[in-house]
């Protein structure tokens, strides 16, 4: 028997919480004995991790901004994400594509279309089509609610520096992606206490099997 590699992915708005429960969700995948490769996006390879940061502090317009964002993301996917599918390993990714139809598509009003067309430039592989997480943990908060918490928590960059009425696009375009996907996206309640937005979680991940994903096929 052999193990199929698991793409899992958290999204949401800044000051949702999700990265707060990414050691958690670690320590559960291994506790049940699968490899974990913990990336992130934008990064995840020295040369994304270099976009990263032109990204989040270069003032840019939006087709040079979703441009860089997918540059990282092929070398993300190429070096990284599909060599640990491969492998069998299961990949947990501080967000991903859905990330850039919120952001740069809802938030910034970049055309949806070309969005998909670079999608598919990137993560496209012929007839086995999209590569896309099979399970996106999707962190709903009200963006009133996330700018308290973001409130003094550290020096902003600049999207969580945007106003209120920019995470209510970015919130929308989550809520878009996942009603368009419903079997691959779950909703955690991201505005309950931490103890309960784990239980979510955990109860998600239990419900897909992720836990004990044992077989005979090959890797995405």
């Not at 969700?25 to 995840?44: D, L, M």
């Not at 086995?128 to 700018?147: K, R, S, Y």
Request: hydrophobic share 45%; net charge negative; with cysteine.
């Amino acid at each position: 028997m052999s193990l199929e590699g698991l793409f899992l992915t958290l999204e949401g708005i800044d000051g949702a919480g999700k990265s707060s429960h990414l050691d958690a969700i670690e320590a559960r995948f291994q506790a049940a004995g699968r490899t974990v490769v913990r990336t992130r996006e934008p990064g995840g390879t020295p040369l994304a991790e270099t976009l990263r940061g032109l990204v989040l502090e270069q003032p840019m317009d939006p087709l040079t901004e979703s441009l860089l964002v997918f540059a990282a993301r092929r070398d993300h996917v190429t070096r990284v994400i599909e060599p640990a599918l491969a492998r069998g390993d299961v990949v947990l990714c501080d967000r991903f594509t859905d990330a850039t139809f919120a952001y740069q598509g809802a938030g910034r009003g970049f055309d949806a279309a070309v969005l998909s067309t670079l999608e598919t430039w990137v993560q496209g592989r012929g007839v086995a089509g999209l590569l896309q997480p099979q399970v996106t943990l999707w962190f709903d908060l009200a963006p009133e609610i996330a700018a308290e918490r973001l409130a003094g928590a550290r020096l902003p960059d600049k999207f969580e520096s945007q106003p209120v009425e920019f995470f209510r696009r970015v919130a929308s375009g989550y809520a878009v992606r996942a009603a368009a996907d419903a079997a691959r996206f779950v909703r955690i309640d991201a505005s309950r206490t931490r103890e309960d937005v784990w239980q979510q979680v955990e109860a998600a991940l239990v419900a897909r099997g992720a836990f004990a994903l044992a077989t005979t096929g090959a890797a995405p």
